[in-house]
């Protein structure tokens, strides 16, 4: 068995996209979008694997842009077999990526206008929205904690990750060569004890895990000091007969 992260891995943060393979299989898990750093258009545009048509399947932990982005992509190179997520994910997944083509689109006219004034060729957008529409036939739903076999030797079992609306830790049980070992990729955990999501599930054991790291050795101020700000800030407003706006732009920020 070989394992290779092909994004979130070696100074970037997002890109999520790890390589199964086995001697009877590949899978997928994960296929992010990088985003934020300056190299990124760069790396969106490689191919996240190199035979697209070697893959068996595609497994999705969660929705955001920097687990799913790149799917489309991988489409647009000829993948045609399933994308494992649940129902939440791939629903969610289908909108974040819709507005991800019309990014990439408006995104890549105001480089070529750039380009243009440069006198440089034009580029083509990373992909549109006639090529995220292909995406949706290739989803396959599943169920949080039913094993369900996504390749050969291959089974992948889901767990709650508590971290957006469908979103999965994934345990992977991978045979080859008559041993079996289980190898566990975390998606984005937590955080916990919020009022919407779920809290995150305990996954009982793995062989070796892949564990989402975002904010690295920082550590957040705790919810209760959020609340007191948004508490005074509405004080003080309030006093002021002002009006608040609360932008809501991120999928999951708004909760
Ligand atoms: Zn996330």
Redesign the pocket.
């Known amino acids: 068995m070989k394992i290779t992260p092909n994004g979130a891995a070696g100074g970037e943060v997002t890109g999520s996209c790890y390589l199964i393979e086995t001697d009877q299989a590949r899978v997928v898990v994960d296929c992010g979008m990088f985003q934020g750093s300056r190299g990124a258009d760069d790396l969106n545009r490689r191919p996240p694997i190199d035979d697209v048509n070697a893959i068996d399947a595609v497994v999705i932990t ?1 929705a ?1 842009l ?2 799913t982005g790149r799917i489309p992509v991988l489409v647009k190179a000829g993948y045609e077999g399933p994308i494992f997520a649940t129902s939440a994910t791939l629903d969610l997944m289908m909108i974040i990526l819709e507005d991800s083509a019309r990014i990439q689109v408006s995104d890549n006219e105001r480089t070529n206008r750039k380009r243009r004034r440069a006198g440089e060729d034009p580029l083509e957008p990373l992909y549109d929205e006639d090529d995220v529409t292909p995406v949706r036939g290739l989803t396959r739903e599943i169920r949080v904690g039913s094993p369900i076999d996504v390749a050969p030797g291959i089974v992948a079992k889901f767990f709650e990750a508590g ?2 609306l469908g979103s999965t830790s994934i345990e992977f049980t991978i045979t080859e060569n008559g041993k079996t070992k289980t190898v566990v990729f975390s998606g ?1 955990l937590g955080p916990a004890d919020r009022p919407v999501l779920k809290d995150f599930a305990h996954v009982p054991n793995a062989d070796l895990v892949f564990m989402e790291s975002t904010y690295g050795d920082r550590n957040h101020r705790p919810y209760e000091k959020t609340v007191e700000e948004f508490e005074a800030i509405v004080r003080k407003v309030h006093a002021a007969k002002g009006k608040i706006l609360v932008p809501t732009f991120a999928v999951g920020r708004s909760q």
Do not use: E, G
């Open positions: 969660h955001h920097d687990h971290h957006m984005d």
